[in-house]
């Protein structure tokens, strides 16, 4: 969908809304660009906000320090933590024939991506992505993006739990509710 007005911002978030649609957040070891980047954190959250799953991931390797100071996941967080290939079908389950959405849905999409490659999963196949930090900036007419946090204080959503899965779900989900205009 190109993002070119509020009007159709508001449109799309609204029948997304009505529709109904999944909401996905990760955390991981690193940016999409790092050939070694893991999943150390995955939620899923239908469109009324219950949550499908909410889960760390253990990595193959230990997470980089700066990663832990971003999402405060730390190695010792994860130890008991299913691995990838046993999170897998859950996520599979509830993405593939879903209509998604995600703030900054190229970034999750590219790690999903690239770690089902590297464990030799086929790649998730949802009916579609959406991602509401482009329809955050066409929304509120920007020039660039907004970091979730940022979108939130402008709207006067309370921020909790961020740089968490469950936490930048639930705020996408606000501020979906908001650009639908049913806040």
């Known amino acids: 969908m190109p993002y070119s007005s509020r009007q159709s911002v508001a449109e799309r ?11 996905i957040d990760l955390e991981t070891t690193g940016l999409d660009k ?14 009324q906000g219950h949550a499908l799953l909410d889960t760390l991931v253990k990595p193959q390797l230990p997470i980089p320090a700066g990663a832990s100071r971003v999402n405060g996941i730390y190695d010792a967080d994860v130890v ?37 490659h590297r464990h030799d999963k086929p ?18 007419r920007a020039r660039r993006w907004q970091k979730l946090t940022q979108a939130c204080a402008r709207e006067k959503i309370t921020v909790e739990n961020q740089h968490r899965a469950i936490g930048d779900c639930r705020l996408t989900l606000a501020l979906m509710y908001v650009m639908a205009g049913m806040s």
């Not at 790649?123 to 509120?140: D, K, L, T």
């Open 123 to 140: 790649r998730f196949e949802p009916a579609s992505w959406w991602c509401a930090m482009r329809g955050y900036a066409a929304y509120i």
């Open 34 to 47: 790092d050939p070694n980047v893991e999943i150390i954190e995955v939620a899923i959250l239908n469109h």
């Open 80 to 116: 008991d933590a299913p691995p990838f290939e046993d999170v897998y079908e859950t996520i599979a389950r509830h993405l593939n024939g879903q209509h998604v959405v995600a703030y900054n849905h190229t970034f999750e999409r590219n790690i999903l991506n690239a770690v089902c």
């Open 13 to 23: 978030a609204a029948a997304l809304l009505t529709e109904g649609f999944v909401l």
